[in-house]
């Protein structure tokens, strides 16, 4: 299951988020720093329309669709890497995370305390990318200290991860995301993955506006877009507060609620479909009488280990994929005619499964 934490700084709507992406108040909101004092965390379902057209279509009522798992985690402030605040602790907590979600205030609001006073988003940014930057440095040297017998020894493994801490360290010092594809070899990629970096991993900026502000953003929102842009990063506009009314509406009414914002849909959907993109995640789903499911994998995965995401056993023993895409599948209204029309095919082991494929496994025992 993917796993997103949710930082930023005391009071910028941390919390409150995470209330409504769980539709709970798990997460408890108050006006002062370190209201969160452990790692809260929640699972999402992803919104997949397609589930709910396909469950008519092969006679079920059961439709399990995929999740997200959202980590809150307390307030950072400056000196979190060397243990402000409530510090490392929480820091540990991001290291367990695929994504971070980075919650950047961008409204004004007297009644709301700033931990540093004023309001003023890229320093917010820069604030938070500094404090995981020192936290990585520090576990970087301190495994630099470690291979250090075995670098002059002429250990081939621990050459490849000293060179790959050296370029770290130096990228590490601008204090922003790292893209580590763009600046290794794949034998220091490897080495990376053991260091459960924090700056290595994807991010999206989350611009907390007011409600009045959701539709066209604000010049603290241009801001972070601006710093987005040149960093290669994601941003989504939300309005938390807005999110944990919309939980106490139906539905329809949360929808027209939006609507007369001119706001499509919810910033909870744009964020968890953000998500799923900056992680090259795709859907594809197995439907019939008992069920209709969606399964979570990653882009340009084929079809035996799409089958392994139901049980290893699917993939040990894979022969073949039925496969009928989503629109072939809803022309055709159900299994038998889209065979008959010729619209569901027999895949091998070297399918690459797409976004959307309707798909039926079959397997030796």
Request: proline residues 2%; aromatic residues 6%.
């Amino acid at each position: 299951m993917l796993k997103a934490g949710i930082v930023g700084l005391p009071n910028v709507g941390k919390s409150t988020l995470f209330n409504a992406l769980t539709l709970s108040t798990n997460a408890q909101s108050a006006n002062y720093p370190f209201c969160t004092i452990e790692p809260n965390v929640g699972v999402v379902i992803v919104p997949d329309e397609r589930l709910n057209v396909l469950a008519p279509l092969v006679k079920t009522t059961q439709i399990v669709p995929t999740s997200i798992q959202f980590v809150d985690i307390a307030g950072l402030v400056k000196g979190a890497s060397k243990g402000e605040g409530l510090g490392n602790q929480f820091l540990a907590n991001i290291r367990e995370c695929d994504a971070i979600i980075q919650v950047v205030r961008c409204f004004d609001d007297t009644n709301i305390i700033h931990v540093e006073g004023k309001i003023n988003p890229i320093d917010d940014i820069e604030t938070i990318n500094t404090e995981l930057a020192l936290a990585d440095i520090t576990s970087l040297e301190n495994i630099q200290k470690r291979i250090l017998k075995q670098v002059k020894a002429g250990d081939k493994e621990a050459n490849i991860e000293n060179t790959a801490i050296e370029k770290l360290l130096k990228l590490l010092e601008k204090g922003t995301f790292i893209n580590i594809n763009e600046n290794f070899t794949e034998d220091e990629l490897k080495a990376i993955k053991h260091f459960h970096l924090l700056m290595t991993k994807p991010v999206i900026y989350c611009a907390n506006v007011s409600e009045g502000e959701l539709k066209d953003g604000n010049e603290y929102v241009k801001q972070v877009e601006e710093y987005a842009k040149s960093h290669n990063a994601i941003v989504v506009k939300i309005c938390a507060e807005l999110e944990s009314q919309l939980v106490e509406l139906g539905e329809e009414e949360a929808k027209n609620y939006l609507k007369e914002l001119g706001v499509e849909s919810s910033g909870i959907e744009k964020m968890i479909k953000s998500a799923y993109d900056l992680l090259n995640l795709r859907t594809y789903i197995t439907a019939g009488e008992k069920e209709v499911k969606a399964w979570t994998i990653t882009k340009g995965m084929k079809a035996p280990q799409a089958a392994g995401v139901i049980h290893t056993d699917f993939e040990k023993g894979f022969i073949r994929a039925e496969v009928v895409s989503y629109d072939d599948f809803i022309a055709s209204g159900s299994w038998a005619a889209a065979r008959d029309k010729g619209l569901a095919r027999l895949e091998g082991k070297d399918y690459i499964v797409q976004d959307g494929d309707i798909m039926l496994f079959r397997f030796a025992n």
